[in-house]
Structure formats: C-alpha cells, structure tokens
C-alpha cells in the first residue's frame, strides 16, 4: 500500500475549488515541467487520485503542487491535478495557488507585483496586488491560445446535430453556441449538461485530432464549453463547462476563457485589446 502525509490549503476561485498541496511532493525528473508532468502521471497519479478523490476530494476538486522553476529567471512551477487527471494549464487553479501561496508565505516573488510561472503547457506571466497582506486580484497573461478546428458536425443522441468549434487556451476545448438544436445554457440543466458533455467530447475525440503543435503530449479536447445568454449585464458571454467525468466549473474557467476569446478573436468577432467578461454557470465573473 502506498502511504505518504500531504498538508494542503483548501479555497477557491470565483466558486470553483483549489487545494494547494503544500508538502509530500514527489521528486520528478525533466527537465521542463511538461516532462515533469508525465513523470507525474506516470509514477505518481496515485497522489493525485487520492487527493482528489472521494473521501478527501469530490467531483469537482482540482488543485496543485508548486516547484522550483524549471528556468533561470522564473519564480516557481505549478503542476495541476484534478480528478480528470493532471492538465497542461489550469487558470483558476493559477488564481487560487498564487493567491494562498502570497498570503501564507510560501511564494516570493523577485520583483513584487510580478511573477513568471512555468507550467507543463509553457511559461505564464502572473501580476497581482496585496494589501495588508491580503491579494485583492490576479491578472494572468496565458500561453498563446488559438482556434484549431470550426464547424465540425457532430451527431448526439437525443440533441441531434452540432456545429461546434475547438479553440486552446491551454488544454483544447469544444466550444457549443447557440443553434437548431441547441438553444444556450439557459434552456439546458445541470443534468443535461452532464449527460451531453461526455457524448460530444467523445465524438469530437473521435472525429478530429487535437495535439498541440509544440508539445505532442498534449493532446485530445478535454472539456466541453457550453455557451449561452449571460444573467449579468454587463457580462460579455455566458458558459457552462464540463471537465473530468461528473464536474460543472464554477468559476469562468480562466482556460476556457482564452479558448473562447482565441476563437471569438479567430471569427472576427473580438477586437485585440478589447476586454471580454465572460460570466461562469453561478454567475461569477473574469475580466479577459
């Protein structure tokens, strides 16, 4: 039986968990964070499972460990765990982990207000304020993302077609609009949300091949980015998205975010520089 002891920070982002795991890192080997990754999954899921999972975890738990960097002039590593397995980039899990991390003492940044962050999908770029020795935001400038696929046409059982894109943000995501047989989030519940979202993503997993072009081990779409009509205002764009086997994000999903603006962007349908602020299934917000 394996056994080791774990110490973990428990919150969350804009209502979707985070648990930073703050002892019992295993050593891995690599060089780069990606190879450091499938060390991971390789010889140590284990941890993962048992840290995400049912009795100490749920269905939506997700989380990460910090490292040391894996380049000269970064600040620290993040390697993400949830209970669909260990992502290539996780945003509202970077939120929560830089934001534990400041206020508990266990990141130093090299110049304050700043961070450079390797993951397994590439470098990040993290500013942030604190007060009081509180954080009051966190921006991220992601890896690039980008449209890899429009207009694929799907089948599903009980929905019919679907036209659907898949855009990366730092894993690759199906992205469903409003069409024929799809109205938008707002027409569909949470149980129909999970009930579609594995048939669509093994159908497109199916269909069409999504492997990153610098990173070969990234590959396959993952997560399922239903749109729709925001209850806000003064939100730009609704979506729920489906991960792992049972889990709805409750925050915006800081990934799939730049998935969306990647694709909106792609469709001519969003200004560089313009703000885009996507409204998540509880109605939290990100300001992209």
């Given at each position: 039986m394996l056994k080791g002891t774990f110490f973990c920070i428990d919150g969350h982002t804009c209502g979707n968990p985070v648990r930073l795991i703050t002892?019992?890192?295993?050593?891995?080997?690599?060089?780069?964070?990606?190879?450091?990754?499938?060390d991971f999954l390789?010889?140590?899921?284990?941890?993962?499972?048992?840290?995400?999972?049912?009795p100490r975890g749920h269905d939506m738990m997700s989380g990460g460990f910090l490292y040391p960097p894996t380049t000269e002039d970064g600040d620290a590593a993040i390697l993400f765990?949830?209970?669909?397995?260990?992502?290539?980039?996780?945003?509202?899990?970077?939120?929560?982990?830089?934001?534990?991390a400041?206020?508990?003492?266990?990141?130093?940044?090299?110049?304050?207000?700043?961070?450079?962050?390797?993951?397994?999908?590439?470098?990040?770029?993290?500013?942030?304020?604190?007060?009081?020795?509180?954080?009051?935001?966190?921006?991220i400038y992601n890896v690039p993302a980008y449209l890899a696929h429009r207009s694929i046409v799907i089948e599903i059982p009980e929905l019919g077609e679907l036209k659907v894109d898949i855009a990366y943000g730092g894993n690759f995501y199906i992205i469903v609009e409003p069409q024929t047989n799809y109205k938008g989030i707002e027409h569909l519940t949470a149980g129909q949300i999970l009930k579609y979202s594995p048939r669509v993503r093994e159908a497109i997993n199916a269909k069409?091949?999504?492997?990153?072009?610098?990173?070969?081990?990234?590959?396959?779409?993952?997560?399922?980015?239903w749109t729709g009509t925001p209850k806000n205002p003064n939100s730009d764009a609704a979506n729920a998205v489906f991960y792992g086997d049972k889990a709805i994000d409750r925050s915006p999903c800081?990934?799939?975010?730049?998935?969306?603006?990647?694709?909106?962007?792609?469709?001519?349908?969003?200004?560089?520089?313009?703000n885009f602020i996507h409204e998540s299934y509880i109605g939290s917000q990100f300001i992209g």
């Open positions: 002892s019992g890192h295993p050593q891995l080997s690599g060089l780069s964070m990606s190879e450091k990754r499938q390789q010889n140590h899921d284990w941890i993962r499972q048992a840290l995400m999972f049912e765990v949830e209970t669909s397995g260990c992502l290539p980039m996780c945003g509202h899990g970077t939120m929560g982990i830089v934001t534990f400041l206020e508990h003492g266990l990141l130093h940044a090299k110049v304050p207000g700043t961070l450079l962050l390797d993951t397994p999908a590439g470098r990040i770029h993290i500013n942030y304020e604190m007060t009081d020795g509180k954080v009051q935001w966190v921006k069409v091949q999504c492997t990153h072009p610098l990173d070969k081990t990234v590959q396959g779409a993952s997560h399922v980015l800081g990934t799939g975010t730049s998935a969306r603006m990647a694709q909106l962007f792609a469709k001519g349908q969003l200004a560089q520089g313009q």
